[in-house]
């Protein structure tokens, strides 16, 4: 940020030396100042627009969406234990994951206690938070 600062502040400067040295000799002769302070003011006021744009519109996490592969690797998670966990962060029941699966409610509960085994944690909720920490679901 300190150097994007610098940069335009450099070009500014540069800008007002050069017309500055052509002042006298193509351009302003009757009216310098009022020509050359109007220059000057238009380019900060671009460089505040453009600055005031860039920190005040909020930049996405690039990496948020990414999943973690070595996490789900490490943790020995299945597909199918991550296609559970990933319905049951959506908040869905254990019925409504059966059904969208295509599995027993035995089978889902199943599948759930082996996630909360592998991530240590006691509650749904738990798991969940956990996950989206670990960028194991998104």
Known sequence: MKKTVAIYALS?????????AI???LLIKDASTEIFVTIVAIGFLIF?????????TPSL???SHEINHAAIAHLQLSERELEVLQEAATGKSNQQIAESLFLSIHTVKTHLSN???KL???RRTEAIMK???LNIIS
């Open 12 to 20: 500014l400067a540069l800008l007002a030396f050069a017309l500055k």
């Open 23 to 25: 002042e006298y000799q």
């Open 48 to 56: 505040g627009v453009w600055l005031g744009r860039k920190l005040t």
């Open 61 to 63: 996490p690039t990496n």
């Open 115 to 117: 996630v909360y085994e």
């Open 120 to 122: 240590e944690v006691k």
């Open 131 to 133: 996950a989206k920490e």
